[in-house]
T-cell receptor, first 113, second 115 residues
Framework: GDSVTQMEGPVTLSEEAFLTINCTYTATGYPSLFWYVQYPGEGLQLLLK?????DKGSNKGFEATYRKETTSFHLEKGSVQVSDSAVYFCALSRSQGAQKLVFGQGTRLTINP | GAGVSQSPRYKVAKRGQDVALRCDPISGHVSLFWYQQALGQGPEFLTYFQNEAQLDKSGLPSDRFFAERPEGSVSTLKIQRTQQEDSAVYLCASSPFSGQEAEAFFGQGTRLTVV
């Protein structure tokens, strides 16, 4: 079945460091790919998405590129801030049937000043 | 202005008790999803509605779990005879249309603790 695997956390970085959170997926067909973020005390929010191969999603300085050949959707940011501290979830939505999301296990990110 | 609203935010139930969790989606949203999130894990799909029709309930873990959306708006997730393994955060999400590209808007969840 469909699945998403993301790098285990927790990840701790200093402010202004470069961030990569790896995400790979297994799916039939051509899924859409998403990164959701959960800030402390808040609900899940969509951070960015990509719907076809080679698409790049971007938002708030974060980027991820849909790589079909490596079945990956790694999240990157060039210079992180303390306010980026949160739990990040990679997810896919199948191309057929009900459009439910399949999530990875989440990566907790802490940014120290 | 609302986003997706879930109630109660916290629920403590004694083992064997029945519980009902409510979800108010964003007005006009066609699709509604329920997810279960265990501690330290990603959300896992439970069930999906398109308007009032329950199109997928493949993720419901047992026949003790039941969901409804009778008028295509508010939804209720009911758990009968709760067990300790039911302890989790239950998330509701809605989308303005059905389709794999549709953004899902999540509520803050209901944290259920079964004692």
């Amino acid at each position: 079945g469909d699945s998403v695997t993301q790098m285990e956390g927790p990840v701790t970085l200093s402010e202004e460091a470069f961030l990569t959170i790896n995400c790979t997926y297994t799916a039939t067909g051509y899924p859409s790919l998403f990164w959701y973020v959960q800030y402390p005390g808040e609900g899940l929010q969509l951070l960015l998405k990509a719907t076809k191969a080679d698409d790049k999603g971007s938002n708030k300085g974060f980027e991820a590129t849909y790589r079909k050949e490596t079945t990956s959707f790694h999240l990157e940011k060039g210079s992180v801030q303390v306010s980026d501290s949160a739990v990040y979830f990679c997810a896919l939505s199948r191309s057929q049937g009900a459009q439910k999301l399949v999530f990875g296990q989440g990566t907790r990110l802490t940014i120290n000043p | 202005g609302a986003g997706v609203s879930q109630s109660p935010r916290y629920k403590v139930a004694k083992r064997g008790q029945d519980v009902a969790l409510r979800c108010d989606p964003i007005s006009g949203h066609v699709s509604l999803f329920w997810y279960q999130q265990a501690l330290g894990q990603g959300p896992e799909f439970l069930t999906y509605f398109q308007n009032e029709a329950q199109l997928d309930k493949s993720g419901l873990p047992s026949d003790r779990f039941f969901a409804e959306r009778p008028e295509g708006s508010v939804s209720t997730l009911k758990i009968q005879r709760t067990q300790q393994e039911d302890s989790a955060v239950y998330l509701c999400a809605s989308s303005p249309f059905s389709g794999q590209e549709a953004e899902a808007f999540f509520g803050q969840g209901t944290r259920l603790t079964v004692v």
